[in-house]
Structure formats: structure tokens, C-alpha cells
């Protein structure tokens, strides 16, 4: 079994599902799966100096409220 993985390496939710990817084929030591790593950029027109991440986030989704309960859920999931 082939499996490929689009994968943001700054993504958190790319990382929670990397996790669960991984405890699902601990169920399965049967498996013997090959695992393709593809690299994806949900922004590909960040500046490699990188940009101020509160104004960044509030850009992206719209309020300070917001970002926390993004964070807040991601958070939660992580746990």
C-alpha cells in the first residue's frame, strides 16, 4: 500500500495528522505501507524573513477572537 501525504511542515493540523496517521498504522503492524512525504506550502508568498505572526494571523482569519479559537481548538485536538 502506497500512501501520500501533502504535508505543510508549519501546518499544526498537518502535524495532529501526521499523529493520528501514525497511531492508525500502530492498529495495523501488519502493514507494511510506503509513505510518500509531498511538501506543500499553504503560503507559498511568505518572505523567507518570515512576517510579525500575530498580525499575520489576524490578517488570515479576521480577528484576535478568531485566532484563539483556532488555537484553542487546535489546542483541544492536540491534547
Known amino acids: 500500500m502506497q500512501i501520500d501525504v501533502i504535508f ?3 501546518c499544526p493540523w498537518c502535524f495532529i495528522g501526521k499523529r493520528r496517521l501514525d497511531k492508525a498504522l500502530a492498529l495495523r503492524p501488519d ?6 512525504w509531498r511538501p506543500f506550502l499553504l503560503n507559498p508568498h ?14 488570515k482569519f479576521g480577528s484576535e477572537n478568531r485566532v484563539r479559537r483556532i488555537f484553542g481548538a ?4 492536540g491534547q
Open 31 to 36: 502493514l507494511s505501507p510506503e509513505i510518500k
Open 46 to 59: 511568505m518572505p523567507g524573513e518570515g512576517v510579525d505572526q500575530d498580525a499575520y494571523l489576524v490578517r
Open 74 to 77: 487546535i489546542n483541544e485536538v
Open 8 to 10: 505543510d511542515t508549519v
